[in-house]
């Protein structure tokens, strides 16, 4: 720029010519105008000064787009940016400024008005305006219950979301980002430059809960030595992630569990910020599927030596819904960054098992609203036959061995039994099942509709009182079933294998069955008269077993225990052929309890015919007398006549 010195001396060169009158000269072009490096804050108005101005010269503020005089607000009213030149240096406010602007100015000489250019031009920077309104696009409110919620009220996303802010009137020039915490982890995907309009940041994607805040920038070009600008902007937009729900879920020790025994439910990578509860469904007998091809929405677990076990997989919902039917199970529990272990206890059904993962998040003025998933992992755990059921059994022995049949009384319901009498040999070719209730009514028996041809559709015992009309198939429960297993020596053990209908999952029960000799059990006296009771006989008693005497299905009199010496029941009085039972069980059997049964048959003979009474004898006849006779001459003792006979009692 010219020297001090110089722009004087043209000043009153110019001056003295102008007044002269040897011609007209042009206000200076070449002075100091210091506002190229000037920088001030956002929507505030910058002092533009000129150094060593001419007097008479007016200097005016034009804007370097379009030429148009640059105005600002005094006393209500719009003036013109301007100053009278004074030999020294002016100031030009311009208005409030937004944006980075440039302005020219015109010098105009009072008198003449000749005008012209400044070579300077007046660049002004503008600081960060951290007032910008933003707010997060697309993402629902925390609070469901608020009517109208505002763009800083707290927005609620996925685990693992991206959310899209927008900066509304961003500034031009400047560069923003999305940024978290007080060491301001970065956020966003990229810097986005301001447009003077809407401008749109996308995080990445996010894990937990954060206050999302922006950051603003603006950098100058090193050649203008200026310090970039850099500022948080006010606007603070809290947003809530719900928990991670694709965590990997499984069960320990294995997916099948011992009847009524303990296993967990193992989560792998839980959050601290997170808590779990497990929800279980008992699995019905027409959910089990048997298609032989598998398919992505299936819950599935071998078994061995068998199809796996298949059944739909529960509907699934990124936001927690309750499932008809689940349960929850115990309380939350609280993730530990790791591995986290939930109980599943006393396993006794085939159960599905989903987990609820749930935060609290903390809202405006103090309160807590909670988010819940369904993670989607979910699992099915299968469980094992009791292998100690309430299981008896009832035969009938002649001599040494029994009759042929075994009658299964008790044991769980769904489940087969099958038999063999050999630790390691073949089983009898049926087993024995045990019928179940209704899915949704334990009053009635499982009907047609609920049983399946190859897995348990077994067909149940007559019942006697079907004759009668007092019978209902749907509420009375089966007969126990009788197998057929041909005689069976007594000393036999018979080894008993459960295997449930559905899933074919098997165990050996812990206890077997061992087929006690019975005594000799005799009449005392055979036949019997009828009318008369009789007397039977156990010769030698067990100790250990218990006598009944049976009648039609019914007790008669006591029972007595065994003790080494004869035992003697006496029956009811019999009136023809009588078939009694002594039933003889172990009150303190350790194993599978056996009802062994001996029939004893009470034959009757008819009761003696009375002997016939025997006819009196004949009397003589006597001659005939005169009157005078009989009064004369009294009777000897050969003519008395005898009493009549009595009649003879009857018995």
């Known amino acids: 720029m010219a020297d001090t010195k110089h722009i004087y001396v043209r000043d009153a060169r110019d001056r003295l010519i102008d007044l002269l009158g040897l011609g007209e000269t042009y206000p200076l072009q070449d002075l100091e105008v210091r506002g190229e490096r000037l920088t001030v804050p956002f929507n505030s108005s910058a002092k533009i000064p000129v150094e060593t101005t001419q007097p008479e010269v007016r200097y005016q503020l034009r804007s ?24 020294g240096t002016i100031t030009l406010e311009t208005p409030a400024i937004q944006e980075d602007v440039t302005y020219k100015i015109l010098a105009e000489k009072t008198e003449t008005k000749r005008k012209a250019y400044l070579r300077q031009t007046a660049t002004v920077k503008v600081g960060l305006d951290v007032t910008l309104h933003a707010r997060i696009l697309g993402a629902a409110p925390l609070d469901p219950t608020i009517e109208s919620p505002a763009d800083s009220d707290a927005r609620i996303v996925a685990h693992g ?3 899209n802010v927008a900066i509304d009137s961003s500034q031009e020039g400047v ?3 999305l940024i978290s915490g007080p060491d301001e982890t970065v956020l966003s995907e990229n810097d986005v430059r301001g447009t003077r309009r809407t401008i749109v940041l996308r995080s990445r994607p996010l894990y937990e809960d954060i206050d999302i805040r922006i950051h603003a920038t603006k950098k100058f070009d090193p050649n203008e030595g200026r310090e970039d600008q850099t500022d948080r902007l006010d606007v603070v937009l809290p947003l809530k992630v719900r928990a991670n729900s694709a965590l990997s879920v499984s069960v320990t020790p294995s ?6 025994r303990d296993a967990s439910i193992v989560i792998s990578g839980t959050q601290r910020s997170a808590k779990y509860k497990l929800y279980t469904h008992n699995i019905r007998d027409r959910e089990y599927i048997y298609d032989s091809d598998s398919a992505p929405n299936l819950l599935e677990v071998a078994v061995a030596g068998e199809q796996p076990v298949r059944i739909k997989r529960p ?9 008809d039917e689940f349960a929850s199970l115990g309380e939350y529990h609280a993730g530990t960054g790791g591995e986290l272990q939930l109980p599943l206890t006393a396993v006794t059904q085939d159960t599905v098992v989903i987990v609820q993962a749930q935060k609290d998040h ?13 993670l989607q992992s979910a699992i099915l755990v299968l469980a094992q036959p009791n292998a100690v059921p309430a299981l008896a059994l009832a035969t009938w022995i002649a001599g040494d061995e029994t009759t042929g049949t075994l009658e299964v009384i008790g044991g769980q319901p769904g489940i087969y039994y099958y038999f063999r009498p050999t630790p390691q040999g073949d ?8 019928h179940k209730k209704d899915d949704s009514n334990s009053r009635l028996n499982k009907g047609l509709d609920q049983l399946r041809i190859g897995v348990d559709f077994a067909i149940a015992r007559d019942n006697p009182a079907t004759a009668t009309g007092e019978f209902s198939l749907a509420t009375t429960p089966p007969l126990p079933p009788v197998l057929e297993t041909g005689g069976l020596q007594t000393g036999t053990t018979l080894h008993v294998r459960a295997v449930k209908a559905q899933s074919r999952v098997a165990v050996a029960l812990e206890q077997t069955a061992s087929i006690t000799a019975v005594p000799a059990i005799q009449l005392d006296v055979s036949p019997i008269t009828k009318g008369q009771t009789a007397r039977i006989v156990v010769v030698a008693s067990q100790t250990g077993d218990r006598y009944q005497l049976m009648l039609d299905g019914r007790p008669v009199g006591a029972a007595h225990n065994g003790d080494g010496t004869d035992l003697v029941f006496v029956t009811e009085v019999v009136q023809e052929n009588t078939t009694f039972e002594i039933r003889v069980t172990r009150p303190d059997e350790s194993g599978i309890p056996v009802q062994r049964s001996v029939r004893i048959d009470v034959p009757v003979e008819p009761e003696p015919e009375p002997e016939p009474e025997p006819e009196p004898e004949p009397q003589p006849e006597l001659e005939p007398q005169s009157e005078s006779q009989a009064q004369a001459e009294p009777p000897s003792d050969s003519q008395v006549q005898p009493d ?4 003879p009692e009857t018995t």
Do not use: C, L
């Open 161 to 163: 979301s991206q959310v």
């Open 315 to 323: 509907a699934h919902s990124e936001i927690w819904r309750d499932i």
């Open 64 to 87: 370097r787009r379009d030429d148009q005089v640059i105005e600002r607000i005094e006393d209500d009213k719009n003036v013109p940016v301007e100053a009278d030149g004074n030999s």
């Open 362 to 374: 903390r809202a405006a003025e103090s309160r807590t609203i909670s988010s819940a998933v369904q």
């Open 644 to 647: 009549p006979p009595s009649e």
């Open 255 to 260: 997916p099948i569990v011992g009847h009524g």
């Open 175 to 177: 560069d923003y980002r």
């Open 427 to 434: 089983e009898f070719a049926r087993p024995a099942y045990i």
